[in-house]
């Protein structure tokens, strides 16, 4: 009788596992089956005030994130089908006051970067998405925004935005 139900015990547990898969992934990445092709379109910079090397730092960030992380290959900005394309438009770079002392005088300042993104899949589900991606990056008031920015923008913001970027297209975030 025990071994009748140590055999029976022993088919449920690997009917119930053999429909069962997990992907797994160093980096969280979840791509389709079949895909092997991103195009991360140039991300153009429409801010009212702008920094001139903001779109090409990011665009290039973001695709070197993907194929580094990914087993994607870019492809030519004129390939029409890649099976993921991701395009955007820088749409806010802006200085704010974030604290303000007692005496009514900033004391930290804040550099804000606002990115709408639309992430076309051409594979698997074809669930894409269109969101605005905003980081921001606090500073001294004492400083001038042209002396920081720089170093805010590769520091914090550009790395914070293209980890937003992929966790959502590629991590389900």
Not at 49 to 68: A, E, F, G, H, M
Not at 115 to 123: L, Q, T, Y
Request: charge should be positive; charged fraction near 20%.
């Amino acid at each position: 009788m025990t071994t009748t139900i140590r055999i029976f015990i022993a088919m449920a547990f690997i009917a119930l596992t053999a429909g069962c898969s997990v992907h797994y992934s160093t980096t969280g990445a979840s791509i389709d089956q079949g895909a092997e092709t991103v195009n991360v379109r140039f991300i153009e910079n429409r801010a009212p005030i702008n920094n001139p090397t903001l779109s090409q730092r990011i665009t290039q960030k973001l695709r070197d994130k993907i194929t580094s992380q990914t087993r994607l290959t870019q492809v030519n900005e004129n390939e029409t089908r890649a099976d993921y394309e991701i395009k955007g438009a820088i749409t806010g770079y802006s200085f704010s006051n974030a604290a303000v002392t007692d005496v009514d005088k900033a004391a930290t300042s804040r550099l804000n970067v606002t990115i709408n993104i639309i992430f076309i899949k051409r594979i698997g589900d074809k669930k894409g998405f269109t969101q605005s991606f905003t980081r921001s990056a606090d500073f001294p008031a004492t400083q001038l925004p042209s002396s920081v920015d720089n170093k805010l923008l590769e520091e914090q913001i550009i790395p914070g935005i293209t980890d937003d970027i992929f966790n959502r297209a590629f991590a389900n975030w």
